[in-house]
């Protein structure tokens, strides 16, 4: 069975600023976020890997490269950078302070199904899982009894985790939001997704 390895990025300077830092717009990783990283490398450092799958910001691309400088086991390893792997795009709110008065923010962070981000152009949740889950699909397939590591952003974490293990869409953003560099296990029992390890820090 495939084992993935879902990781957030390091903290950036737009998360420190609770600014909203979506698919559209990209911050650098603060000297917290590279040592989490590094420190996450190191933990995973003896898990052999036969793929890596990486949104193509440049805050998961960066710890991503920080993670693997630690491991190994890199001889022959498979790194792909994927499009749809991109935080959730908020539209005309991308690198605004979050406005966490308002009704859809409210909305993006407790109840997905609710959720309408038309008035400023944003993803919806329907949009993000469309794109979400061929690439995991594809992934299980290619690497059916192997260790996958993704490393992707808050709310696509988040949603696809809860998205894989059954949850409504209702509740898509349960038990988040994910920490930081944070590691969540998934594998499958009976056909089913299961969490092995969730939003683990431990290792810091």
Do not use: C
């Not at 993935?4 to 990025?9: A, C, L, T």
């Not at 509740?171 to 994910?178: M, Q, V």
Request: hydrophobic content about 35%.
């Amino acid at each position: 069975m495939t084992t993935f390895y879902f990781v957030r990025h390091g903290k950036t300077e737009l998360n420190v600023l609770n600014s909203f830092q979506g698919g559209g717009i990209d911050s650098p990783l603060l000297p917290e976020g590279i040592q989490q990283a590094g420190k996450l490398g190191q933990h995973l450092s003896t898990i052999v890997f036969e793929a890596v799958a990486v949104s193509t910001q440049k805050r998961a691309m960066d710890t991503a490269t920080f993670i693997l400088a630690e491991n190994l086991n890199l001889d022959g390893l498979s790194v792909n950078y994927h499009d749809g792997l991109r935080e959730l795009g908020f539209g005309d709110k991308e690198g605004m302070v979050v406005d966490f008065d308002s009704q859809q923010t409210q909305y993006l962070r407790t109840r997905p199904d609710l959720y309408d981000p038309s008035g400023f152009s944003g993803e919806t949740y329907d949009e993000l899982i469309q794109r979400l889950i061929p690439i995991i699909d594809r992934l299980e397939a290619k690497h059916p009894e192997g260790n996958v590591l993704v490393v992707a952003h808050g709310v696509v974490l988040i949603v696809l985790i809860n998205y894989m293990i059954g949850k409504e869409k209702s509740d898509w953003r349960t038990n988040g939001p994910l920490e930081n560099t944070s590691l969540t296990i998934l594998n499958k029992k009976d056909e089913a997704w299961r969490l092995e390890t969730f939003n683990d820090i431990s290792y810091q």
